[in-house]
């Protein structure tokens, strides 16, 4: 089976506020989008990843992650899209247009750049296993409430039955495609092929697949690499 990840970076990554994409910026001298593509071949189990970089950044996303195609896999790259769902989408096309043999399509998310192998090849396995969709999820630690538009409370769903999800989420590529071509929309892929009336199963997920969307968050992850080389 072949197993292509895509990876949206096509974000400007304000929110982290270092004037450059947030796929771009460094953990310990090692961009984020680096370190997320090493996770996704270090599993073992991925032949190629399709990169979408922020149009106008496309040289440096390439010459970035070249070196890393020595880790046994292929690394494409190309201009992602307005939107998040955009890039996914451009990414999904070329890897169906370009690479024969795509069977499996996982979407990770340059922002999770501490993904645990592990958590990779437990989303690969079980899409390989049969499961058309598939997502890594947490616990949620916190109660967590429905409000309505004025803030107030409408209900308290049971925390036991509630997760948080990560990335990579594992897809039939068949069935992401048809997603991806319904029309629909969500907050991420999962969401999509839920509404296409597709079962999505879960795999144990990782603390350390954390997104990094603040300053604090990058303060944690450089936390987390303390005493590690580049
Ligand atoms: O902004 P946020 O962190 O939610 O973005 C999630 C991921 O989607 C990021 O890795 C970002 O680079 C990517 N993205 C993209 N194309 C866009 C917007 C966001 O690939 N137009």
Not at 199 to 210: C, I, L, W
Not at 216 to 226: I, N, P, T
């Amino acid at each position: 089976m072949g197993v292509v990840a895509l990876v949206p970076a096509a974000g400007r990554g304000e929110r982290l506020g270092y004037g450059m994409p947030k796929a771009l910026v460094p953990v310990n001298g090692v961009p984020l989008l680096v370190r997320a593509v090493r996770g996704l071949l270090d599993a073992g189990c991925v032949q190629h990843v399709v990169i979408a970089a922020p149009p106008s950044d496309v040289n440096t996303v390439s010459t970035v992650t070249a070196p890393l195609a020595q880790a046994g896999g292929a690394v494409h790259v190309l201009a992602g899209g307005a939107e998040r769902s955009d890039s996914v989408r451009l990414a999904l096309e070329h890897a169906v247009r370009e690479i024969p043999d795509t069977t499996v399509v996982l979407v990770h998310d340059a922002a999770r750049a501490f993904t645990p192998p592990t958590v990779v090849k437990a989303v690969v396995d079980a899409v390989e296993a049969g499961h058309p969709a598939v997502i890594p999820v947490l616990p949620v630690a916190d109660t967590v409430k429905l409000v309505d538009g004025s803030g107030r409370v409408v209900a308290t769903p049971e925390r036991s039955s509630l997760r948080v999800v990560q990335t990579p989420q594992g897809f039939d590529a068949r069935v992401l495609l048809r997603a991806h071509e319904s029309g629909l929309h969500a907050t991420d892929d999962a969401g999509l092929v839920e509404r296409l009336g597709v079962p999505v199963v879960t795999v144990a997920g990782h603390p350390d697949a954390m997104k990094i969307t603040t300053r604090f968050d990058l303060a944690v992850a450089e936390a987390l690499l303390a005493g590690e080389r580049p």
